[in-house]
Each structure stands twice: as structure tokens, then as C-alpha cells.
């Protein structure tokens, strides 16, 4: 057999497991208009082999559902619970023991839970080396919220932040309809006085009705503001806000129906993708492409994910959206890293999880 007819010679998936984490939040992020103040999800892990080789993967799989910081349920994100989730690997993972690693893709496109499409999806890509060679330094566009223990008119301390940013950071995103209209209003004109070049990449996450919507941008400078996520609460509305307006528009949330088709309409500029929510990463690409036909941005965004997971977005970003820099700036509120080390004091290792079920040649 020669070197290429072995490199070609497919995995076999010998050992598999599945572990369960949970890391606590310095600061709560927001989801939404609700905050979540821990994040929980599984790690899957896989060894696969041929008679030359030896491969080793890990992925995160962490739904964005279950419950807020004040015990509210999160919804409009993942369809799929945590519970849901495990329930099904574990029935998968024994089906998987000696098959070929492309049994990862027949599972993950017959999965109604999009996470888990994902992750299975991702762990072949993984073990079948795709992420090889697209070790990059992090690429990120920063996120600016208000901490939700600072005083609603909270300018001085996110202005802080603003200023901190490094000279070559030209754009961020800002988390808007969280409060009153007038406070957000100065809020944005604040950062632009700090920093005038800025571009905004604003996300409202469907909280204002038409009306204060439009009240919202024609306060703003639209030379200013790149496009607003989810801009009305009827996202039918999305249309008639470009016309009045004409400030650029972008989709987030409307992508986690599993009814989702993509449609051009009047002011779409970008679809802000979010892989843990909406499926495989065949899935992913089909949508890419689609979108990109009819000129609208394609963007990588992170759902909560620990530093395993946000690792794996960058990566997956580098390779299906290499032009657009991806929004995976949420790990500063984590607490530790989940087997990716980011220079937390604290990195929880495989070893350091709860084991939930495995599979061995013995």
C-alpha cells in the first residue's frame, strides 16, 4: 500500500466520550434582554484510527437554552435543550463504536437538534484534519454592553472601554434596545466621539417596535453604523424600517427557525450565522453560498460558546468566511477555560469533567 493509499485509508472511530461542563460567569452576559450567568454544555470526545494513524478531537456542544440569572426561560435561541441533547448522544455514541468517522456525517444530518448536527459535524471535520493548518491568531470584532450591576446611564464606564481598545480595532458591536432610547442615543454618540472612525455593528435582538426603531436610528449618523441586527420585534417589519430609514440591516435571530429560507429583501446587508443554532457545517456552507450570490455578508458569531468552542468558531471562520472578521468576543466574562487555554488563571481539562458515557474496544 503506499503513503497516499494510507493516508486515504478511512478512520475508524475507536473511543468516544462524552463529559458534561459548567463554568460560572464573572460578569452576566446578555442574551437577548435577559443575562445568563453561568454556561452550560457537553464535551465530546473522539479517537480514531487507521492501521498508520492515530486522531484525536474534541468538541463543544452547548445549546443557547434553559434558564436566565433571575430563573426566566431563554427563548428564541436553541430550539434543543442540554437534556435533549445528552439523551440523544447517548443513545448515538454505542452506533458509532468501529464505524467509520463518516458515520459522524450521516448522524449529524439526520439530527433535528441543531447543536448536535454541528458538533458531530465539527468532530469529523476535526478528525479528518479540515482545521489543520488554520491555527490563527483570534480575530474578533469587540462587544460592548453595559454591565448589568452599572447604573443604566452608564456612559463613563463603557466609554473606558472604548478608549482601551487598540488602534487597529475598526469596528464593534454594541447591544442596543436593552434601555431607555435617550440613554442609548448618547451612548452611541459617546463611543464616536472617542473614537470617530469607528464603524457600529449595533444589535437590537428584535427589541423595539417599528416606531422606535426609526426613532432610534434617525438619531443616529448612518455613515456610522455598518447595519443593525434584528432591528423590529416583527421582523416583517425589517423592510418598512430600511425604507423610512434607510440605515442597512442585518439577520440573526430570524436564522434559528428550522423553517429559515433565504429571501433578499430591501436593506439586508448580512446574516449574522451562529453554527451552534443552526446546524451542520454543510448546512452552513449551503447557506453561505446562497447568501453570497445575492451580495449579503456572511458573519460567524459565537452563542455563548466556552473557549473550546469559540477556538473552533475562529477556526471554522478562517475557512468559510476567510473576508469577514467573526463576533466571538464573549469570553472575558468566563470565569475558566474549558480545554482551550485563552491565559485564564483556571483550564478545565477533560479530566476534570463529569463523565456522562463512553464507548472502548474493551
Known sequence: MTTTQQQLTPLTLTQLSLHQFTVDLDKPLPVGKLRIAQRSGLVLSAIASNSTRQQQALVEISPLSG??????ALSGFSSESLADVTQQLSTILPQLQQQSIDKLLDFAQESTLPSLAFGLSQLHAKLAGKFDGHAIAPRTIPLIYRHNDEPLSAVSAVSERVASLADNVYAVKVKVAQDALEDEIKLIHQILAIRPNLKLRLDANRGFNLEQAIEFAACLPLASIEYIEEPCQNPDDNQAFY???????????SLNSPDYQFTMQAGLTALIIKPMLIGSIEKLQQLIDTATEHGVRCILSSSLEASLGIEALNRLASIITPDEIPGLDTLAAFSQDLVVSTGKANCLKLADLPLLASTSNS
Not at 243 to 253: F, G
Open 67 to 72: 434558564l436566565d440569572n433571575q430563573g426566566q
Open 243 to 253: 425604507q423610512a430609514i434607510e440605515m442597512p440591516w442585518a439577520l440573526d435571530e
